[in-house]
């Protein structure tokens, strides 16, 4: 089945700096990229998605890349704000179900 | 739009009894739906994957009487979790999928079995 691994496990950085997750799949089949945010205690909701036939999306501050050859996709923030401070998952889907990383707690200090 | 429900949003047993968990997409019709658990600092974990009308499909080393799901309509699925044990408590989370679009998750039902 699918595996992915997601890097690095705590990020801390300072307002205004940019974060970036980094996350490897292990599926070629998989062709749907999501990234979630979950505050403590709440749901996770979606942030920014890819999907196969795309190598880059951008939303404001957001980005995701994708490198299907090297079986890895990226989570860029620029101009971090605290209240970007949460925990980010990646996750790789060829289907309907979604296989998650283990998650990046990002703590962004003003 | 989008919008995912979960009752309860937490629930108190005593070992040995059952509890029941509901997921209900409000405004948009479910054609798959999702059960993950979540343990605390730790990632989700897909319980199983359910289809309206059709039996779910449980991930390895979950077990389908234990967990046992029902899909019986478009808006709702439900989880209950049965002869719940303190190794059972977690928090369990629901998600709701249009014909394999987007997942959109519910809010989350913290179950604590004393």
């Known amino acids: 089945g699918e595996n992915v691994e997601q890097h690095p496990s705590t990020l801390s950085v300072q307002e205004g700096d940019s974060a970036v997750i980094k996350c490897t799949y292990s599926d070629s089949a998989s062709n749907y990229f999501p990234w979630y945010k979950q505050e403590l205690g709440k749901r996770p909701q979606l942030i920014i998605d890819?999907?196969?036939?795309?190598g880059e999306k951008k939303d404001q501050r957001i980005a995701v890349t994708l490198n299907k050859t090297a079986k890895h996709f990226s989570l860029h923030i620029t101009e971090t704000q605290p209240e970007d401070s949460a925990v980010y998952f990646c996750?790789?889907?060829?289907?309907?179900?979604?296989?998650f990383g283990k998650g990046t707690s990002l703590l962004v200090t003003p | 739009g989008a919008v995912v429900s979960q009752h309860p949003s937490w629930v108190i047993c005593k070992s040995g009894t059952s509890v029941k968990i509901e997921c209900r997409s409000l405004d948009f019709q479910a054609t798959t739906m999702f059960w993950y658990r979540q343990f605390p600092k730790q990632s989700l974990m897909l319980m199983a994957t359910?289809?309206?009308?059709?039996?779910?499909?449980?991930e390895q080393g979950v077990e389908k009487d234990k967990f046992l799901i029902n899909h019986a309509s478009l808006t709702l699925s439900t989880l209950t979790v049965t002869s719940a044990h303190p190794e059972d408590s977690s928090f369990y989370i629901c998600?709701?999928?249009?014909?394999?679009?987007?997942?959109?998750f519910g809010p989350g039902t913290r179950l604590t079995v004393l």
């Open positions: 359910s289809n309206e009308g059709s039996k779910a499909t449980y």
């Open positions: 998600s709701a999928s249009f014909e394999g679009r987007t997942q959109y």
């Open positions: 890819i999907r196969s036939n795309v």
């Open positions: 996750a790789a889907s060829s289907g309907y179900a979604l296989n």
